[in-house]
């Protein structure tokens, strides 16, 4: 048995943000998201292409910051073992209940070694895809979202922790000397899932 969940892809963000109608005209308007769900103090996005209950969250807040990346896994069965690796590494891991992120079922929230919140799942509400609704298609909108961009102080470090996850790099950038600036890896069948600098 495998000692690290089996992830399958990048699958949502969860934004903090102040403006919660400024905001929701940038993804909508200008960006072409899709709304799923939105309350007084969340608004639930995907992509044209996407058939998960959502690929981005934005939720209002005092402060503009990340709540969470998320990952899908391959089973619900990947989502324990999560929490019993992270556990095993000494990070800060909280179970959540299915329903706690509307649309998402059982999850394992952590704090990875990198200081990011991290989040695993199997389970999640199906919607339609808008793949042939033209429609709802503004002009560039965005067919999905994909991969995630993170900034670290130490990108060799953090290519070894997602390789220790079973990423592979498809690309990187590095010096004659050898030291690694930007790093790109995936899980998924694409160019990548995440991208380093």
Request: aromatic share 10%; charged share 25%.
């Amino acid at each position: 048995m495998n000692s690290v969940p089996d992830i399958i892809r990048a699958a949502y963000a969860e934004l903090i943000v102040t403006d919660l109608e400024r905001s929701r005209r940038f993804y909508c308007d200008i960006l072409g998201l899709v709304i799923t769900h939105e309350d007084e103090n969340a608004i639930y996005l995907r992509a044209f292409e996407e058939y998960l209950h959502h690929s981005l969250v934005l939720r209002k807040g005092d402060t503009p910051a990340l709540a969470v990346l998320a990952y899908r896994v391959r089973s619900q069965a990947e989502v324990a073992l999560a929490a019993k690796h992270f556990e095993s590494i000494g990070c800060a891991v909280e179970r959540r209940a299915a329903g706690a992120t509307r649309g998402i079922g059982e999850a394992v929230r952590v704090i990875d070694p990198l200081s990011f919140p991290i989040e695993f799942f199997y389970d999640a509400e199906h919607v339609e895809r808008y793949t042939q609704r033209y429609d709802v298609h503004g002009t560039g909108a965005l067919s999905r979202l994909d991969h995630f961009n993170i900034l670290t102080p130490d990108v060799p470090a953090a290519q070894e922790h997602y390789e220790s996850l079973g990423f592979r790099v498809s690309e990187d950038i590095q010096d004659d000397k050898g030291t690694v600036y930007a790093s790109w890896l995936f899980r998924k069948a694409t160019v990548h899932d995440i991208a380093l600098t």
